[in-house]
DNA sequence: AGAATATGCAGGTAAATACCTGCATGTCAA
DNA sequence: TTGACATGCAGGTATTTACCTGCATATTCT
């Protein structure tokens, strides 16, 4: 499982919002993402390596262009393994807490 | 939103470890969960306090021992704002994506 | 061919991060 | 009270990270 790469990918705000971009708008280009970020290409283009890294963003290029895509595959993984499973428990560990502050 | 204290939280893989081991058991101490961790409790201090920030960790005092209780909260709020975004979208996405693979 | 456009690649830096050591404080139990 | 135990707090350091600048490569269009 590739889940520290996934999370780490979703540690930083600015490679969220380009998720949210490619969620808007599917399969834009480089420089159409970097329209909406306020830093240089070059740092946009790290960090679409990061996400393209954890297998959250698929490329294809298409002449001088390169196209991305959002692959929801592993961000659903990350939910089964990651959220259900507190979400499951969700009731009985607040229950637990609220015990413990009524002193037991 | 807090949304970025709580990836930035789920993203160091000791403390997804934290978080599964009070799964396990919630409530544990500071010392019981440094038992499983190979690290200086000063370290684990450090991480559990992230996942205080990010809200995912409550704790209690109860004498000389601090306990520690996993808030799911705030990682459900997560789900809600980001995967389920994306999960609603999981096919159209990546039809997309095969679209373009195919050469539009 | 030559200019404009889109992206790739190679460093360089300041800040954040994840560790650590050393010592202080507070609590329990004999 | 005194010793053992559980945690808190104050730095120190090496690595990672998120930016940047500068230049190279590849593609399209005239």
Redesign the pocket.
């Known amino acids: 499982m590739q889940a520290d790469d996934v999370f ?1 990918a979703l ?5 969220r919002r380009l998720l949210d971009l490619l969620c808007e708008q599917n399969g834009q ?4 993402l ?1 329209e909406h970020l ?11 390596g ?1 996400l393209e890294a954890a297998n959250l963003v698929s ?1 294809v ?7 991305h895509f959002i692959n929801p595959v592993p961000l659903h993984e990350v939910y089964e393994r990651w959220v259900r499973k507190f979400e499951r428990q969700r009731l009985s560990l607040l229950h637990d807490l609220k015990k413990e502050l009524e002193g037991e």
């Open positions: 780490k540690g930083d705000p600015t490679r280009t480089l420089g159409q970097c306020d830093m240089t290409r070059q740092s946009a283009t790290q960090h679409l990061i490329t290029r298409r002449g001088r262009e390169k196209l």
